[in-house]
Nanobody, 120 residues
Framework: VQLQASGGGWVQAGGSLRLSCVAS????????MAWHRQAPGKQRELVAG???????NYADSVKGRFTISRDNRKNSVYLQMNALKPEDTAVYYC???????????????WGQGTLVTVSS
């Protein structure tokens, strides 16, 4: 599966952004999807994931602020980010892994990343 992420940009602290990721080349509905991020000088971390049956999980640092969703008709996964903080600044990557009704431990397909910058 090929993944194309978009929606990053610059926003002031407290603002919102919505990231989108469109998948192609495979049957989207069989993939668990996730958003990861990597800040400068830090390791990549899982931000949010969603299974094929729409079960979600979130990193503690984004719970209550970020929402992951998917639309199988549009082969897309989204990340709504509210109440953004400067520490959310990172390159955000969408990822996919075939996995029915479960959250995989690792993801094999990755998009190119989209930069989110949150200023204080």
């Amino acid at each position: 599966v090929q993944l194309q992420a978009s929606g990053g940009g610059w926003v002031q602290a407290g603002g919102s952004l919505r990231l989108s990721c469109v998948a192609s080349g495979s049957i989207f509905s069989i993939y668990a999807m996730a958003w990861h991020r990597q800040a400068p000088g830090k390791q990549r971390e899982l931000v949010a994931g969603i299974t094929t049956d729409h079960t979600t999980n979130y990193a503690d640092s984004v719970k209550g602020r970020f929402t992951i969703s998917r639309d199988n008709r549009k082969n897309s996964v989204y990340l709504q980010m509210n109440a953004l903080k400067p520490e959310d600044t990172a390159v955000y990557y969408c990822a996919a892994q075939p996995a029915i009704a479960t959250m995989p431990l690792s993801f094999g397909s990755w998009g190119q990343g989209t930069l989110v910058t949150v200023s204080s």
